[in-house]
Structures are given as structure tokens and as C-alpha cells.
């Protein structure tokens, strides 16, 4: 069972925390599918950030479903989450049954090419919790993915495969930062679903 196969899988992270990469989970034709489907039907807008009183709005695009009508607070905005669409809803219930864990929400990320990425961050918002899992399902082009740890400063990269899921487990936003650098390399644009739990 998908449950349990996780035990077999190497952990990305060297210690005090535990990544998870189960490598390509859909067929080329399911992935071509669903990024059709979700670049032509999710609500994609641009991200926005205040930092020190200036606006930002950033060239990546995302968007925010959930269970509920939960609110995400950060970065100085708030953004209140959309019903799931079919497509999501089946993907969701598929990362689940994979990882053997529960989510009732997803932050989407649009990468429309290469130059577009994610500085270093960890997803460590008070309303996910002490330690809270979360997902990187990838469809579209395959990009670098790192983590730093926060004190040791060591990193770890590895390649996100088109119709590939990681799972960020135990430790992984406590103790370690993640991002997606920028690459002149890529042309091609990226979606990525992160899966996460809100405590309500
Ligand atoms: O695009 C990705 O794979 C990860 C994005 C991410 O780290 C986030 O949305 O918090
Ligand atoms: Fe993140």
C-alpha cells in the first residue's frame, strides 16, 4: 500500500529533519492533463507583498483553495481561500493516499519561465501549526529545488520532475530553509501545488 512505502524512501535532509521524494507519481500524459487543466482553470493572479511600507507584486502567479473559506495572512496581505476545483480535489485526495497524511488547503505557484523563482523561505505560518508537513507536487518543466539548514548554513538540492511529488516532513520548516532558485536554463513554465494544513 502507497501508505507505507514511504519507508523506503532516502531522506533528502542529512538530519534534524525529514524530506520525502517519490519521484515522477503521474504518466507524462496525466501530467501533460493536469497542467492544461490547472494553468486554464485555477484563478492565477499575481502575488503581493508589503515589506517596509512599499508594495511588491511579483512576475510568479498564485493561487488559494481550502476545505473552507480559510483567510492566509502574510507578507502584509490577506487572501481568502477558493472552493477546490474537480481537478484539485482529485489531486488532493492522490497526495494523501501517496504521503498517509491529510491537508485541507493549497498555496499554487505558476512559474511562467526560468527567471521567475522562490527566495529562501520556510513555510513556518503560526496557523499551520508547530511543525507542519507540506507538499511540492510538480507539473510542467522540472527545476532545481534547495534547502539550507538555518544554523549549520549546509545545503541540499535536488531536480523536481515534471509530475513529481515531495513531501517537506518533521523538521523541515523548524530547522530548514527551502527555495527555487532562478535559472536562465529554463524556458518552459512551472506549476506547483503545496498542500498544507491549517489548524483551525
Ligand atoms: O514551487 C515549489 O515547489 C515550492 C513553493 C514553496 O516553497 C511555497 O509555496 O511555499
Ligand atoms: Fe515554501
Given at each position: 500500500?502507497?501508505?507505507?512505502?514511504q519507508?523506503?524512501?532516502?531522506?533528502?535532509?542529512?538530519?534534524?529533519?525529514?524530506?520525502?521524494?517519490?519521484?515522477?507519481?503521474?504518466?507524462?500524459?496525466?501530467?501533460?492533463?493536469?497542467?492544461?487543466?490547472?494553468?486554464?482553470?485555477?484563478?492565477?493572479?499575481?502575488?503581493?507583498?508589503?515589506?517596509?511600507?512599499?508594495?511588491?507584486?511579483?512576475?510568479?502567479?498564485?493561487?488559494?483553495?481550502?476545505?473552507?473559506?480559510?483567510?492566509?495572512r502574510?507578507?502584509?496581505?490577506?487572501?481568502q481561500?477558493?472552493?477546490?476545483?474537480?481537478?484539485?480535489?482529485?489531486?488532493?485526495?492522490?497526495?494523501?493516499?501517496?504521503?498517509?497524511?491529510?491537508?485541507?488547503?493549497?498555496?499554487?505557484?505558476?512559474?511562467?519561465?526560468?527567471?521567475?523563482?522562490?527566495?529562501?523561505?520556510?513555510?513556518?505560518?503560526?496557523?499551520?501549526?508547530?511543525d507542519?508537513?507540506?507538499?511540492?507536487?510538480?507539473?510542467?518543466?522540472?527545476?532545481?529545488?534547495?534547502?539550507?539548514?538555518?544554523?549549520?548554513?549546509?545545503?541540499?538540492?535536488?531536480?523536481l520532475?515534471n509530475?513529481?511529488?515531495?513531501?517537506?516532513?518533521?523538521?523541515?520548516?523548524?530547522?530548514?530553509?527551502?527555495?527555487?532558485?532562478?535559472?536562465?536554463?529554463?524556458?518552459?513554465?512551472?506549476?506547483?501545488?503545496?498542500?498544507?494544513?491549517?489548524?483551525?
Open positions: 500500500m502507497d501508505l507505507f512505502s519507508n523506503s524512501l532516502p531522506n533528502i535532509l542529512p538530519f534534524d529533519g525529514t524530506v520525502h521524494y517519490y519521484g515522477k507519481i503521474f504518466s507524462q500524459e496525466q501530467s501533460t492533463d493536469y497542467f492544461d487543466k490547472l494553468f486554464h482553470h485555477i484563478e492565477w493572479r499575481h502575488d503581493e507583498a508589503v515589506l517596509y511600507g512599499k508594495h511588491y507584486v511579483t512576475k510568479r502567479k498564485v493561487a488559494w483553495y481550502g476545505d473552507s473559506p480559510f483567510e492566509y502574510y507578507s502584509g496581505t490577506t487572501k481561500a477558493l472552493p477546490w476545483t474537480p481537478a484539485l480535489k482529485e489531486l488532493k485526495a492522490i497526495v494523501e493516499a501517496k504521503s498517509g497524511n491529510i491537508f485541507n488547503s493549497c498555496l499554487l505557484n505558476l512559474y511562467h519561465e526560468g527567471s521567475e523563482g522562490m527566495a529562501w523561505h520556510s513555510d513556518g505560518e503560526k496557523m499551520l501549526g508547530d507542519p508537513i507540506v507538499t511540492s507536487l510538480t507539473f510542467g518543466a522540472e527545476r532545481k529545488f534547495s534547502f539550507k539548514h538555518k544554523t549549520t548554513k549546509q545545503t541540499v538540492s535536488l531536480i520532475e509530475g513529481s511529488l515531495l513531501v517537506m516532513r518533521e523538521g523541515s520548516q523548524k530547522n530548514w530553509l527551502h527555495r527555487l532558485p532562478p535559472t536562465k536554463k529554463v524556458t518552459r513554465p512551472r506549476i506547483s501545488l503545496t498542500f498544507r494544513r491549517i489548524i483551525e
